[in-house]
């Protein structure tokens, strides 16, 4: 059974430990996160941008593949369904589909507007007992064809949303999503230091996981940040298996055309970088 984000990001910020969100974008993707947090006994959040919601036809259909795996895979550690970067529209939909804990991306909005906004997601879905992340301060790089510079959040802001009853909340300290460029900066533990001294307990999010160095997610844990999202390093390592068995001509042996076998390299390759993601959050063994 789906469970709300909060109660396993509030263990993760106290144990000083982060829970991964990896990002689902069909059955393949899906089955290979549960069975490896099964595996790991880590508690796990499946992201869901609104993309890949239209890919997968809706949240209806999402929501029931989710929990149908549950029950045939007898997964037992906790897992969120999560609405990524959410619109105000998308995450009441994603309420009223069956999801358990939604992102409000208000930070596009002027700090007036995101705050309105947020209260009444916050009413609309803790009514439902189901979470809400808010954002403050764009993410850089590009999701679903907005792109960000990598800006770092107003500690004031932060504490603004913090305060209207959210559960978690991503604040932009200069992490980017998808491949880091050359010339990055790295993250800026000043300000998450800063956002961490007004929002207290508040368990922090960050957006961009992939290719942030260990040491640097490490530190960014020990002030405070407990969901670390993760989607391009999956897509990376499930690109580079599949293209090697294209590559080494397997896909002309037998039945290697068959879809099941042609995936199969792929899911492995998820798998295995759910698990070091897993290992380097800390997660495994907290379910």
Same mark, same amino acid.
């Given at each position: 059974?789906?469970? +709300?984000?909060?109660?396993?990001?509030?263990?993760?910020?106290?144990?000083?430990?982060?829970?991964?969100?990896?990002?689902?974008?069909?059955?393949?993707?899906?089955?290979?996160?549960?069975?490896?947090?099964?595996?790991?006994?880590?508690?796990?959040?499946?992201?869901?941008?609104?993309?890949?919601?239209?890919?997968?036809?809706?949240?209806?259909?999402?929501?029931?593949?989710?929990?149908?795996?549950?029950?045939?895979?007898?997964?037992?550690?906790?897992?969120?369904?999560?609405?990524?970067?959410?619109?105000?529209?998308?995450?009441?939909?994603?309420?009223?589909?069956?999801?358990?804990?939604?992102?409000?991306?208000?930070?596009?909005?002027?700090?007036?507007?995101?705050?309105?906004?947020?209260?009444?997601?916050?009413?609309?879905?803790?009514?439902?007992?189901? +979470?809400?992340?808010?954002?403050?301060?764009?993410?850089?790089?590009?999701?679903?064809?907005?792109?960000?510079?990598?800006?770092?959040?107003?500690?004031?802001?932060?504490?603004?949303?913090?305060?209207?009853?959210?559960?978690?909340?991503?604040?932009?300290?200069?992490?980017?999503?998808?491949?880091?460029?050359?010339?990055?900066?790295?993250? +800026?533990?000043?300000?998450?230091?800063?956002?961490?001294?007004?929002?207290?307990?508040?368990?922090?999010?960050?957006?961009?996981?992939?290719?942030?160095?260990?040491?640097?997610?490490?530190?960014?844990? +020990?002030?405070?940040?407990?969901?670390?999202?993760?989607?391009?390093?999956?897509?990376?390592?499930?690109?580079?298996?599949?293209?090697?068995?294209?590559?080494?001509?397997?896909?002309?042996?037998?039945?290697?055309?068959?879809?099941?076998?042609?995936?199969?390299?792929?899911?492995?390759?998820?798998?295995?970088?759910?698990?070091?993601?897993?290992?380097?959050?800390?997660?495994?063994?907290?379910?």
């Amino acid at each position: 059974m789906l469970v +709300s984000a909060k109660e396993m990001l509030d263990k993760a910020k106290a144990g000083h430990y982060a829970v991964g969100q990896f990002n689902i974008n069909n059955l393949e993707w899906t089955k290979a996160i549960l069975q490896t947090a099964q595996e790991c006994n880590s508690p796990v959040i499946l992201g869901v941008s609104e993309g890949a919601g239209k890919y997968m036809t809706g949240y209806k259909t999402i929501v029931g593949m989710v929990n149908g795996m549950l029950e045939e895979l007898g997964i037992t550690v906790p897992v969120a369904l999560h609405l990524d970067h959410g619109s105000y529209e998308h995450c009441i939909k994603c309420v009223e589909a069956g999801f358990s804990s939604v992102m409000f991306d208000g930070s596009h909005y002027p700090i007036e507007e995101n705050v309105a906004k947020t209260k009444e997601i916050v009413a609309l879905a803790h009514a439902k007992g189901v +979470s809400v992340e808010a954002e403050v301060g764009s993410i850089g790089g590009e999701e679903d064809g907005v792109i960000g510079a990598g800006e770092c959040a107003d500690p004031k802001e932060c504490k603004a949303i913090a305060d209207l009853g959210i559960d978690f909340l991503a604040a932009g300290i200069g992490n980017i999503h998808g491949k880091y460029p050359e010339n990055w900066a790295g993250l +800026s533990f000043e300000t998450l230091d800063a956002i961490q001294q007004l929002t207290g307990d508040m368990p922090l999010v960050l957006h961009g996981g992939t290719g942030i160095p260990v040491d640097m997610i490490k530190k960014a844990i +020990s002030l405070g940040v407990a969901k670390i999202n993760v989607n391009t390093e999956c897509q990376l390592s499930f690109a580079a298996a599949t293209r090697e068995y294209i590559e080494a001509g397997k896909d002309q042996q037998g039945k290697g055309f068959d879809p099941r076998k042609l995936l199969a390299p792929g899911t492995e390759a998820i798998k295995a970088t759910v698990k070091e993601k897993m290992e380097i959050f800390g997660s495994i063994g907290k379910a």
